[in-house]
């Protein structure tokens, strides 16, 4: 019995099908064999199958399977090997749906039937999730639903504990096996059902899908301690990445490289920060708070040292709007009762640099308002000199070929040509300094 389990004590199939593909390697889903069975059947589906992939590639598996993957005869042959050990043939057994087998038990009716719906929306779920194409988020919530609800409910049928102890006593010619009791697989069903749980960070678009799926699972009691454990180990990874990046920021701020500072806690700490927060449900108070607190310090720290360093050098209206958004990061993160410092650190640098930040969203509205283009004065001011030249040049042509009256004529057509320029010109500044002065209007009453 010992090469069939690892140092921890749990059975080594366990360990094996742990993982996204939990259903994808059951040997029942591989070889399309009914979970009853044994002996002869699964010799002749075995020579069948070795026949049928000597002149093609793959097959599809159990045809009722969920499943959309071909295996290929290196995997058909590890799945029929699974049925040369009984304890790793009930694992598998337990892990996928029982139909219509005559599995020898006296079970009601709504055992099975709740056992196979759960594994057959787990499996649709799972295969979703991983595959490239995915389901319609609709379709997915039904389905994760329907796993965490069904499998819940099967294990917490009074009848299924005695149906696997039942199975053990039915394959105990396996001598292996006859040592082993139900409580030896019925107890780590809940942590291999929640094992893909972890893996599916690196499929799902965003962690919020991750924790919506989790919910489903961690409203039940056999699930949720396994599912809060697992969430500790993806908050504990994430926490690292953010320790080390405030770190580095902490140092820039020390050494006086305030926009590298900013730009770590800006892009990089606050980003990841929030990618953790749908997790905070189900982890332990204690460590949201301590990151929360860690993260709420590291920027209001560098907050104030902004606020200091420009009481010397004046902000830009850009560094003005950042320094206002990290504070009030830092007091939108930080513990609820540890936000006084931070709260009147925010005030202070609204009311110093709010101004500066409204100042530049109210201009560059008031510019777009007026019409005007950062190229606007060139271009009046180009047209000018095209006018001056082409003036000169025609006084001198008619000078020469015709006297000093078309000469005069010709110079004054200019002289009147720049006035008109001059005009629209000034024209133009005068509506922008107009809207200025509204914007400024606005302002001054905002503050």
Known sequence: MDEQRDRGGELVRFTELAGNRLYRNNAFAVTGLPADAAGRSVRQQRQRLDARLAVQKSWPGDPESPLTVEYRVEEVRIAFDQ???????????????????????????????????????????????????????????ELWAAAADGWAATLAHPSFRAHVGHRVDALAEDRRLAALTADDFVDKLPALLVSPLNELAGFLETRAELAE???????????????????????????????????????????????????????????????????????????REELSHLVAVGMNNLAVALLEHHRYQRASAQRSGYLIELAESALRITPTDQGG????????????????????TNLAGADTAAGATPQEGTLWGCLAFLVILLGIIGVIVA?????????????????????LIGTFSEAGRARREAARQQAAGHQGGNG
Request: proline share 4%.
């Open 213 to 287: 799926i989790c919910a489903r699972f961690n409203r039940h009691a056999v699930f949720a301690p396994l599912v809060a454990e697992g969430f500790e180990r993806i908050v504990d990874e994430g926490s690292r990445a953010i320790n080390a990046t405030l770190r580095a920021a902490e140092e820039d701020r020390r050494e006086g490289r305030f926009s590298d500072a900013l730009d770590k806690l800006r892009v990089q700490v606050k980003p990841a920060y929030e990618e953790l927060e749908p997790y905070w449900p189900f982890v332990s108070d204690w460590r």
């Open 399 to 419: 000078g020469v070929s015709s006297g000093f009256v078309p000469a005069l004529l010709t110079g004054l057509g200019t002289l009147t040509a720049l006035g």
């Open 341 to 360: 410092t931070i709260a009147e650190n925010l005030r202070v640098i609204r009311q110093l640099h709010g101004h500066a930040a409204r100042r530049r």
């Open 83 to 141: 049925f040369q050990d009984a304890r790793r043939r009930l694992v598998d057994e337990l892990m996928w749906r029982w139909g219509d087998a005559d599995l020898g038990c006296d079970c009601p009716g709504d055992l099975h039937a709740t056992h196979d719906a759960a594994v057959l929306a787990h499996a649709e779920a799972l295969e979703g999730a991983t595959a490239p194409t995915g389901l319609a988020d609709a379709r997915a919530r």
